[in-house]
């Protein structure tokens, strides 16, 4: 029974926590008449994280996501439903997206679960999805502090010591070329907006293709 409450309440701050930074539109934002995502009052600037990749290197976000459209996600990977589900989701619409646009794209998860998610268990789960998702892993510290940084809430723990789950930010964060976020997509968004939304972004002003 106390399993079975903690699985509750960690799913209502996940849901709580994936409304945290949406609202209905910005001024400086693209306009809500084209995206199916959620528009954000104010954009979010492209976070200046430097963490180990799963090839064991360090990995810049900025600089290694230049001229792209990045899809930033924070979860885990025993995660029962978000995570899996936003990643099948994504992969499944890249894999349809003609190629020159699919290319415009990186996706890119931080792991909030460090201790459990060693970077060869990180790589091994990504690539059930798509190989070329970028894996990250810091310690649980510099994992809350750029969530922090960045006006997300910190990653919740279950008290459970062997099979615990984790609360975390349920949104994946959608930046272009301007190393801004002016939308993000909560759980729940369907590979129909996803396939909708993509294109747009990869299509608009300052990003790749677009020069």
């Known amino acids: 029974m106390i399993e079975k409450t903690t699985s509750r309440l960690l799913t209502a701050v996940v849901v709580s926590i994936s409304m945290v930074l949406v609202c209905c539109t910005g001024s400086g934002a693209p306009r809500p ?40 996600f924070f979860g885990y990977t025993n995660c029962p439903d978000v995570c899996p589900i936003h990643m099948a989701n ?7 997206l003609p190629p020159d646009v699919a290319d415009q794209i990186k996706v890119v998860m931080v792991t909030t679960d460090p201790d459990r998610d060693t970077l060869e268990r990180l790589r091994e789960w990504l690539d059930k999805f798509d190989p070329k998702f970028v894996g990250l892993r810091g310690s649980l510290d510099e994992v809350n502090k750029i969530q922090r940084d960045m006006g997300l809430p910190q990653s919740v723990r279950s008290n459970s010591e062997s099979d615990y789950l984790v609360g975390h930010a349920a949104q994946v964060i959608a930046f272009t070329k301007d190393d801004s976020a002016h939308v993000v997509y909560p759980f729940g968004t369907r590979q129909s907006d996803w396939a909708h939304d993509l294109p747009i972004l990869v299509r608009s002003p300052g990003n790749k293709s677009a020069q």
């Open 90 to 96: 994504i992969a499944a619409v890249l894999h349809q």
């Open 33 to 72: 008449g084209e995206l199916r995502g959620s528009l954000l009052d104010h954009a979010i600037p492209k976070p200046s994280l430097s963490l180990t990749s799963t090839s064991g290197q360090p990995y810049e976000l900025i600089p290694n996501t230049e001229g792209f459209v990045t899809l930033l």
